[in-house]
């Protein structure tokens, strides 16, 4: 997306807008892109006006106001003459390097991206400095290229301005030399990321894409600062695939989620992760997705969790490998709870099913989910009993042998549930065979009845 | 009771018991629509359904309102049974006999071929015995399994909670069972039955044809008229309820 060097004809709007492009260029004036309302107060965290401004203001005002012709004259010619120094013409001069956005199918080799670099780290890789925010927060700014170029996967693939690109007005600027926001005029690191969030979305299309969808999103989007932006999980310039590194994965949500994190430690699965090293065992991300991460506290997900257990549970292969019992799941779908969260998956209406169903984690827990049998096991039938509690009032003592503990009925488990379904899967069949030489009987009867009367008829 | 009421019918179901049918038909209707599709729960259909009906919660309910209603219709009838046993000291027409499996023996050697001779039946024949009795004992099954299921922590203080599981194998089975009895056998015999179509209208208006009583109920026509029937043989003309009724 190359911008374009010659403008055509501009409205009035575009013209006012260009004035406030003019002074942003002068970090007289820090705006937000395009007037688009980031969260939170954007007039307030987004517009700084430089204390210069004001007499300049006051000066320009005095003088429209006085004199209205000169007025008009003064200040046209003095945004023509800011239009004309920080046009695109003289932006390019000192702009050695090619604009560009990342992914627009042009591919720099991996030389030329050093050589297009070489320019920041004549200041970056000079000595551990730091960029200090308006309430104190500091950021390093000292990237040591030897470091860079071997830890981030980017390094290779794109140039820094590629992704040190400024949106002012809705016009996108990269760094240079000569060119830098005045980031430390804004409150803080946060604002910084925030103000940058969506640089990853031409590359990353549909990690973004999930990324909106989710809870951390939409907190951002009503107001909230603290939910991550890209950036907030992924390390600058030393940026990794997290893939296939479940207990970084870990550490960066724990970074926040510190209490869920203690919980999760403890748990069978965390304990397997984060001391055996177990592959196998989920992350965060596996229950949660990376991006799209969705509210956990409402019903639509509470509905939808146990086939979230399931992707592994289900999987015979997986539990027989650690001596568990696979058929958990469709026990669990064929039993009273799981048959009513089936109708409210499938139909989708949630919220008028008037109460809330059992899931997999209501008894077993979430993030402390442990052992059920064996060593360190914590269900025996007094732990059922108080889980179907939780929901059931006022249940007598061994309600719970009501459930059938994820088990088949079969001549040794329950082995009365097993009659019954014997006995009505002989009868339902017989019933029907029975029906139906009953229909077939009775018509054939007619049918003679009718020719011998038809007989009688013709004797 | 079993008196003429028009020259050429005859009363056969007092005004008591065609309400009770009228009854039992709608809240049998009723159980079946909103129990059928939660015994289906993986089909896509059951699924529509219950979309359709307002959701599990409202099918839920509606489930056990006309539980209740055929409940309580039960218990009625069970009570005025009673009364009529017990107090009055009459043998209802409905209690079965050895004759009943005699008749039954004798139409399936009938209906095979393997007998010439028909059996000759009173006010209700075995077949009829058989699906009321069927009824009494399916239902009463329904309403027990139903009531747990309903509230399955009374029972539990009671008796084994493990008999809430086996009464939702019973419910389910149970309820499909009687479901198919009533599709294939009573609403067959009674409506697309070539003897009788399109419809047995006896337990609606509550009278029988003067033809149909012959053929059908010879035993109680000689009961009531005091002659038996004419030796006939059975001809569509006169078990053709249109004619019949007319003549």
Avoid at chain 1, 371 to 376: A, D, L, N, W
Avoid at chain 1, 391 to 399: D, L, N, Q, S, V
Avoid at chain 2, 10 to 22: G, K, N
Wanted: proline letters at 6%; charged letters at 25%; glycine letters at 6%.
């Amino acid at each position: 997306m190359k911008i374009p060097l010659v403008k055509t004809a501009r409205s009035e709007q575009e013209v006012i807008r260009g004035a406030y492009l003019s002074l942003a260029e002068f970090n007289l004036l820090f705006v937000n892109n395009d007037g688009e309302r980031l969260p939170g107060k954007p007039d307030e965290q987004y517009v700084r006006i430089p204390l210069l401004l004001v007499p300049m203001v006051l000066v320009t005002l005095a003088t429209f106001f006085m004199m209205f012709v000169p007025g008009l004259a003064i200040f046209g010619s003095l945004y023509f003459l800011f239009r004309k120094m920080v046009g695109k013409g003289l932006w390019f001069l000192v702009a050695p390097l090619a604009l560009t956005t990342p992914c627009d199918g042009r591919a720099l080799t991996p030389e030329e991206i050093q050589e297009a670099n070489e320019e920041c780290f004549f200041c970056h890789a000079e000595s551990e400095t730091y960029v200090q925010f308006h309430n104190g927060e500091r950021i390093q700014i000292y990237i040591p290229p030897a470091d860079y170029y071997r830890q981030d996967v980017h390094a290779t693939e794109i140039s820094c301005a590629e992704c040190h690109v400024e949106t002012v007005l809705g016009e996108k600027r990269q760094y240079t030399e000569s060119w830098h926001p005045q980031i430390q005029l804004m409150e803080g690191i946060k604002e910084y990321r925030l103000k940058r969030d969506g640089l990853c979305q031409p590359c990353h299309e549909e990690q973004y894409e999930s990324y909106e969808k989710s809870m951390h999103a939409k907190l951002i989007r009503e107001g909230d600062q603290a939910p991550p932006v890209c950036t907030d999980c992924h390390p600058v310039h030393v940026m990794k695939s997290m893939k296939k590194n479940k207990k970084q994965v870990i550490q960066t949500c724990a970074k926040c989620h510190d209490e869920i994190y203690d919980q999760y430690q403890k748990s069978v699965h965390g304990r397997e992760i984060l001391k055996e090293g177990n592959p196998d065992v989920p992350s965060c991300v596996n229950c949660h997705a990376a991006h799209k991460i969705d509210d956990p506290r409402e019903l639509a997900f509470h509905i939808d969790s146990p086939e979230i257990c399931a992707e592994c549970h289900a999987d015979e292969e997986l539990m027989d490998k650690y001596d568990l019992r696979s058929e958990v799941y469709e026990t669990y779908l064929d039993d009273f709870h799981g048959v009513s969260i089936q109708f409210y998956q499938k139909t989708g209406k949630v919220e008028d099913s008037g109460r809330i169903e059992a899931v997999c984690v209501d008894c077993h827990g979430v993030h402390d989910i442990d052992r059920v049998h064996g060593e360190g096991g914590v269900v025996d039938r007094v732990y059922v009993d108080r889980m179907c509690n939780r929901c059931h009032e006022k249940i007598p003592g061994g309600f719970s042998s009501a459930w059938l503990a994820h088990y088949r009925p079969s001549p040794t488990k329950y082995p009365l549930i097993f009659m019954a379904k014997m006995f009505y899967g002989f009868f339902i069949p017989f019933t029907i065979l029975g029906l139906a030489i009953h229909l077939f009987l009775h018509f054939r009867y007619y049918r003679a009845k009718m020719r011998g009367q038809k007989d009688e008829d013709h004797g | 009771m079993r008196t003429m009421a028009k020259p050429r019918e005859f009363i056969r179901f007092s005004p008591i018991r065609r309400v009770e049918h009228a009854l039992v038909v709608v809240a049998f209707f009723m159980l079946v629509v909103t129990g059928i599709p939660q015994r289906f729960y993986e089909s896509s259909w059951a699924i529509t359904m219950v979309d359709w009906m307002g959701g599990l919660a409202q099918v839920r309910m509606l489930h056990r309102l006309f539980g209740i209603v055929f409940t309580v219709q039960f218990a009625l009838h069970i009570l005025h049974g009673l009364w009529i046993i017990l107090i009055k000291r009459r043998t209802p027409a409905i209690a079965p006999n050895f004759q009943d499996v005699r008749d039954a023996i004798l139409s399936f050697q009938n209906v095979t071929g393997s007998k010439k001779k028909e059996p000759k039946f009173g006010h209700f024949e075995f077949r009829q015995k058989f699906e009321y009795w069927g009824m009494i004992v399916g239902g009463s099954l329904m309403i027990t399994t139903g009531l747990v299921l309903m509230n399955p922590t009374l029972l539990a203080t009671f008796f084994p909670s493990e008999l809430i599981p086996l009464s939702r194998v019973a419910h389910s089975n149970e309820a499909f069972l009687a479901f198919l009895v009533i599709l294939f056998w009573h609403l067959y015999s009674v409506t697309l039955n070539p003897e009788v179509f399109p419809l047995d209208t006896s337990i609606f208006t509550g009278r029988i044809s003067q033809a149909r009583m012959k053929h059908e109920h010879p035993l109680e026509y000689e009961a009531l008229v005091g002659t038996p029937p004419p030796e006939e043989k059975p001809t569509p003309k006169e078990s053709c309820p249109e004619e019949g009724t007319g003549t």
